[in-house]
């Protein structure tokens, strides 16, 4: 069954409801049914907290390398700039995330003010 099967007003609401979040919701209850029982030093949870970490980072690379919306308009450098400026001040401020954001934010925003964008 796809999404255009039926055309009714309803039927994207229960679409989104079986397809999205009955689905995801099975795996979520196996987790915490799971990860009850893994030590949180153990090799597995490591393996997960590493892959976790990695997709939140590719997100990120995605999102300034490729993005869209109104943050295409600022040139490439300027968003490398604003991610490695905010980093710095991360690791500056005792690892605070977010004073690191913040500062990466004010620097983008600060870069789009000055070439003239904002």
Request: glycine share 14%; no cysteine; hydrophobic share 60%.
């Amino acid at each position: 069954m796809t999404f255009s099967a039926i055309n009714a007003w309803w039927w994207p609401y229960v679409f989104i409801l079986f397809g999205g979040w009955l689905t995801t919701d099975g795996f979520r209850f196996l987790g915490v049914y799971f990860g009850g029982r893994i030590g949180e030093d153990s090799e597995a949870l490591v393996a997960v907290r590493a892959l976790a970490t990695a997709l939140v980072a590719a997100v990120i690379g995605n999102l300034v390398v490729f993005p869209s919306g109104a943050l295409a308009e600022a040139p490439l450098w300027m968003r490398v700039a604003s991610i490695a400026i905010g980093f710095a001040g991360y690791l500056a401020l005792r690892r605070n995330v977010l004073l690191g954001i913040l500062i990466g934010e004010a620097v983008l925003l600060a870069g789009l003010y000055a070439v003239g964008f904002g």
